[in-house]
């Protein structure tokens, strides 16, 4: 099971966290599951302004390419930037 950390820009009802039972291989995989199950999910994350974070290790590049587990929790944090 893989569990998705969602922040509150991107939750769809009251729920911050889903679950996948199938095996996904990697983020991209997830992007594109997440994107079924919350139409239009995948357009959102195209604004560059979320990261990802896989078992509370940053993600900065390639993130997309990185391998899941059964066991992991992924957390999408938005950027933070200032001025």
Same mark, same amino acid.
């Given at each position: 099971? /893989?569990?998705?950390?969602?922040? &509150?820009?991107?939750r769809?009802g009251?729920n #911050?966290?889903?679950?996948? %039972? %199938?095996p996904?291989? !990697?983020? &991209? &995989?997830? /992007? !594109?599951?997440?994107?079924?199950r /919350?139409?239009?999910f995948?357009?959102?994350l195209? !604004? =560059?302004?979320?990261n990802f974070? *896989?078992? !509370?290790?940053?993600?900065l590049h390639? &993130?997309r %390419?990185?391998?899941?587990a #059964?066991?992991d *929790? *992924? %957390?999408i944090?938005p950027?933070i =930037?200032?001025?």
């Amino acid at each position: 099971m /893989i569990t998705v950390l969602l922040p &509150a820009t991107l939750r769809v009802g009251p729920n #911050d966290r889903l679950t996948f %039972e %199938e095996p996904l291989p !990697d983020l &991209a &995989a997830l /992007i !594109d599951a997440l994107d079924v199950r /919350i139409p239009g999910f995948k357009e959102q994350l195209d !604004d =560059s302004v979320f990261n990802f974070a *896989v078992n !509370d290790e940053m993600l900065l590049h390639h &993130a997309r %390419e990185k391998r899941l587990a #059964d066991g992991d *929790v *992924v %957390e999408i944090i938005p950027t933070i =930037s200032g001025g």
